[in-house]
């Protein structure tokens, strides 16, 4: 059993499916004893919007198949379906999921600014759909955050994010606290560097629209106002995808990785180059310094912190290696190692980029990736320690063979949009509007399609045994199976 403080505490009775992850104190009963009511909202929030963006998905890949994509002639229909997986599987997915690990180590609170926090960012989540199917509705692919320019739709998006900041600061109150199942320690503060950075964001995003001029068309406006609260949020991004390796890490060995110091060191060599964010506006938001500063600023504020932290986790899986008798500790290792693979691999791509080719989202699906697979399998551990009876052997065992597959699938697209990249196809064209000549970029497209459609099938397969798992938080029945009352007995 881990001696890390994320270990679960040891079951008080017999579990009622075999090889289990042991049970918090049987003291609680239901389904919120397990699991606080802030960070389950959350939760479902972030997985339901991987259901609607992977729908999308399909859409999106079709787009960009050569043979498929020339028999519809409407590349709007592939963009506006781009846009909105988009910010559903990168905005929504992602800060939902922050949102609700920074509820899990804050405790049950319920304070009133939470739950209003969280029922405007749902309600931003639905008018940002019902803003997509209005009619005169136009798709702008800006960088980082992509819109649709409609009112409803921006009004969505940004109730969305106001939504998600009155709960990170209102988690951010909370001292972090050992929770069943949840990760604490160098976890914790991570994950709330993630919230300090989504908070900086949203500064950099208000210091950049007061520095932007009338008159601008939309693409200018949409794509420099997002410019550098974007390069903020992929800090957010990277400290929470960290946070979460540290908690792979002491569930798969059973020992801390950094400890509080060193994680506050790592953290805080992270966040803090980004604090000078808003001031790089001071000369106008059209001006170099902003765009090319926030473009510096990541380069060389992520990268170096990110890749000492993988070889850190890396040499720690080698000296330790798994913990004996914990069922989750392969799922763990597998975890970590994909989200690591692909976020190297994305650095690599990264490197590669000299102009607006596939090169460019080659790298940041490789990295956003990275991202994702860290956050599968951070999900997986929280469904085993909401659930009184864990997790299935043959569960844990699909859990670790999705997060593979849905690895090679992200690896094989990303490996694909670079290939074109390297044959020069541009970026951001779809159907009618991509001009493929040369049989580099034929490769290129084709084996990105299928790289793209084995991801989406590994993501299918996720949302079916996390939705599955979720039954129990909701459903009075399951609860009753997965949660049993101890004094029934």
Known sequence: MPASPVAFCPPAVAPARPVVVASPAPVALGASAFLPVAARRWFVLAVGSLVVAGCLSISVVIGRIPGVARFIDDPLFFKRCLVVHVDLALVVW?????????????????????????????SGV????????MRGAQ????????????????????????GTLVCLIESLGAVPRAFPGAPAGECATGLQASAVAFVLAGAT?????????????????FEFSA??????LQVANAAAMVAVWLWLLARATGRPVLGPRGALIAFGALVAPHLVMPLLTARGALDTLYHTGATQLMRWGIFPVVSVMLVLGVRHLRRHGLAAGEPLARLARAGFLASAALTALGFILGACIRGSTTLVPAHYHASLGGVTVAFMTAAYLVCAGAARSGLAASTITSARRQLGVFGVGQTVFALGFGL??????????????????????YVGLGVMGVGGLVAT???VWFLWLVLREMRAWWSPRAAASVYPNPNSS
């Open 94 to 122: 992602f800060y939902a999921f922050i949102a609700g690990l920074n509820a899990l180590v804050a405790g049950q609170r319920r304070a009133f600014a939470g739950t209003a926090g969280f029922v405007i960012a749902v």
């Open 126 to 133: 639905v008018a940002m759909m019902a803003g997509a199917l």
């Open 139 to 162: 798709p702008v692919l800006a960088n980082y955050v992509p819109v649709i320019d409609h009112p409803l739709f921006l009004a969505g998006l940004g109730g969305f994010f106001v």
């Open 205 to 221: 995003w208000l210091a950049t629209r007061a520095c932007l001029p009338d008159g601008l068309d939309p693409w200018t406006k």
């Open 227 to 232: 410019w550098g609260a974007g390069h903020v």
């Open 420 to 441: 074109g990249g390297l044959y020069g196809l541009g970026r951001k064209t779809y159907a009618g509007e991509q001009h493929v000549r040369r049989v580099g970029e």
């Open 457 to 459: 099938v590994a993501g």
